[in-house]
């Protein structure tokens, strides 16, 4: 797979929101040794994974540039405090900096399957008893995975709409 860094521009067949440079002036002490201690094409996919990871995680602000863009950015219509945003956002291309990082470094690799249940009991004798942990459990430890991440393109993604007033709201009539 070639390896085609997006440029602002809408490229039809970039896979990459940053280049090897940009990731290794982002990362620093550790994670920057482990990431030069790569080959160019570990790098490559390192980052086209963190990229392809920022892409579809998040339901991003404004309408995609182009039909045929390889990524979703850039993006029309797209404010962040005042300012249109005009091309890739550094915070995208910092999030796929980070998740290109998570890429080479989390067992089980950036993309899951969050559906699976683990196993928290299993007893097999006469009859099959089988217990799985509950999601919710769970959801303190997926938070922290991707914090950063999420952090980072927070202004960026959509907020979600509510059908109606909020809880607690209410009409107000003076009398």
């Given amino acids: 797979m070639a390896f085609i860094v997006e440029d602002g521009t809408g490229i039809e067949d970039s ?3 940053v280049d090897k440079p940009f990731a290794e002036n982002y990362l620093f002490g550790e994670r920057l040794a482990q ?7 570990e790098k490559e996919a390192a980052i086209i994974a963190g990229s392809q990871f920022v892409d579809v995680s998040y339901e991003w602000k404004g309408t995609r540039s182009t039909l045929e863009q390889g990524l979703s950015w850039p ?43 683990e ?9 099959v008893d089988i217990s799985y942990v509950n999601p919710k459990d769970k959801a303190r430890e997926s938070i922290t995975r991707f ?26 009539v003076r009398t």
Avoid: Q
């Fill in 75 to 117: 993006r029309d219509d797209v404010d962040f405090e005042g300012h249109d945003v005009i091309g890739i956002p550094a915070a995208v291309k910092k999030a796929a900096c980070e998740a290109a990082y998570l890429y080479l470094t989390e067992e089980g690799g950036l993309f899951s399957n969050e559906n699976d249940k």
């Fill in 15 to 17: 896979n990459a929101y």
């Fill in 147 to 172: 914090e950063v991440i999420d952090k980072l393109v927070r202004d960026l993604i959509k907020k979600p709409e509510l059908d109606g007033p909020s809880v607690g709201s209410a009409p107000v």
């Fill in 119 to 127: 196993v928290a009991r299993e007893r097999i004798e006469g009859a």
């Fill in 35 to 41: 990431f030069k201690a790569l080959s160019d094409d």
